[in-house]
Each structure stands twice: as structure tokens, then as C-alpha cells.
């Protein structure tokens, strides 16, 4: 099966840096996802990651161990417009994404 | 840019009715997802398709769904007889590969299915 977990809810001042971590347990590993989804849209790819080290884009950066089924997404200088579920999601075979329940991001000025 | 579209925004129906929901991929994109968030939780994968058949499918998409290419545009997912708890939002998504490093999948806006 799958185990994705990840924290719930997170809060954060404007300007600020968060880190969200994501841990899992997957039947298989094809690459680690994350998205962001503001609520009542879809998710909006952020980043991705197969090897291990650091991936930069911007003010997001997403890490991955392999060996110990970890990843973080960092959020650098937040803004207002950042607050959003930040879902972590494993592709676990060729095809599909198994996601977490997403943590909650919110940011305050 | 290329976005995934999806129709209709809303659907209201009665417990029992078919539903059929539309999705236009991104026109180079080869595989085709279904997945659906229940409000308030995760989401979830309901099948892949590529290359006009389904390639994986999870325990959700029982014998009451389907999936169609009906042309060279629209992917359609349909559920012949709605239960209460097929309530949800539906989203479409695309990816160009599968499989290989970056090939990340877009979701369309989604379709929030309300069974009555």
C-alpha cells in the first residue's frame, strides 16, 4: 500500500521561509511530486524530484533522500498569495500519482 | 500556454443517473488520468489511459465507470449509475511521457459532481 504523511496545517509570516516536509512508504518510487492547490482549484505542478539532492526553481526548492523516503519543499520570501495546500505526491509506478493529504499553508502579514 | 479543460464546471444530478464528464488534454500529451478529491480529503487516482486503453486502474474505479476517447480531442469519463457518495470533484489530467524524469502531470480546473 501506500503512506504518504505530511503536516496538516502550517503558518508563517510574510517574508518568511517554511519548510514542509513529506515522508513516505510506497509500493514502488518513479519520482516525488509536489503541488499546489488553492482551494476549490486544481493542482499546479511546482516540482519534482527522482535523485537525491536539492532541486531549485525560484523561491521553491524541493529535496529528496531516497534512502530514508523524505522529501521537503521550501518556500523562500512567502507572500500572501502563497497560502495554499501544498500536496506531496509519489508516482509509484509508471502511471499514477499517490498523493498526500496535503499541509495547509498559511500566511500572515 | 496549453491547458487541460474540463466540462462542466458543475453537475448536479439525482442518485442513479449516468453522468458523463469531459475533458479536453493538452493536444502533444499521450496519457490521460482521472482522479477525484472528496471535499475535505486527498486526492485520488482513479484510472490512467494510454494509447486507447486504460493502462492501470484503482479499487475506486469499479464497473459502474468508464473511460473514453471518443475522438481525437475529448477524454470522458463516464458513471452509469451515480451514488451519493460519488460526490466529489473530478479533475482531469495529462502528461507527454510516462515514466521518464520530468514528466509531470497537469490537471485541468475540475468538474464538482453533486449527487442528490
Known amino acids: 500500500g501506500q503512506n504518504i504523511d505530511q503536516p496538516t496545517e502550517m503558518t508563517a509570516t510574510e517574508g518568511a521561509i517554511v519548510q514542509i516536509n513529506c515522508t513516505y512508504q510506497?509500493?514502488?518510487?518513479?519520482?516525488l511530486f509536489w503541488y499546489q492547490q488553492h482551494a476549490g482549484e486544481a493542482p499546479t505542478f511546482l516540482s519534482y524530484?527522482?535523485?537525491?539532492g536539492l532541486e531549485e526553481k525560484g523561491r521553491f526548492s524541493s529535496f529528496l533522500s531516497r534512502s530514508k523516503g523524505y522529501s521537503y519543499l521550501l518556500l523562500k520570501e512567502l507572500q500572501m498569495k502563497d497560502s495554499a495546500s501544498y500536496l506531496c505526491?509519489?508516482?509509484?509506478?509508471?502511471?499514477?500519482?499517490?498523493f498526500g493529504a496535503g499541509t495547509t499553508v498559511t500566511v500572515r502579514a | 500556454e496549453p491547458e487541460v479543460t474540463q466540462t462542466p464546471s458543475h453537475q448536479v444530478t439525482q442518485m442513479g443517473q449516468e453522468v458523463i464528464l469531459r475533458c479536453v488534454p493538452i493536444?502533444?500529451?499521450?496519457?490521460f488520468y482521472w482522479y477525484r478529491q472528496i471535499l475535505g480529503q486527498k486526492v485520488e487516482f482513479l484510472v490512467s489511459?494510454?494509447?486507447?486503453?486504460?493502462?492501470?486502474k484503482s479499487e475506486i474505479f469499479d464497473d459502474q465507470f468508464s473511460v473514453e476517447r471518443p475522438d481525437g480531442s475529448n477524454f470522458t469519463l463516464k458513471i452509469r449509475s451515480t451514488k451519493l457518495e460519488d460526490s466529489a470533484m473530478y479533475f482531469c489530467?495529462?502528461?507527454?511521457?510516462?515514466?521518464?524524469?520530468?514528466?509531470?502531470?497537469?490537471f485541468g480546473p475540475g468538474t464538482r459532481l453533486t449527487v442528490l
Open positions: 489530467a495529462s502528461s507527454e511521457y510516462s515514466g521518464l524524469a520530468g514528466s509531470e502531470q497537469f
Open positions: 524530484n527522482v535523485l537525491d
Open positions: 505526491a509519489v508516482r509509484d509506478n509508471d502511471y499514477k500519482l499517490s
Open positions: 493536444s502533444n500529451h499521450l496519457y
Open positions: 510506497t509500493s514502488g518510487f518513479n519520482g
Open positions: 489511459f494510454y494509447n486507447n486503453e486504460i493502462s492501470e
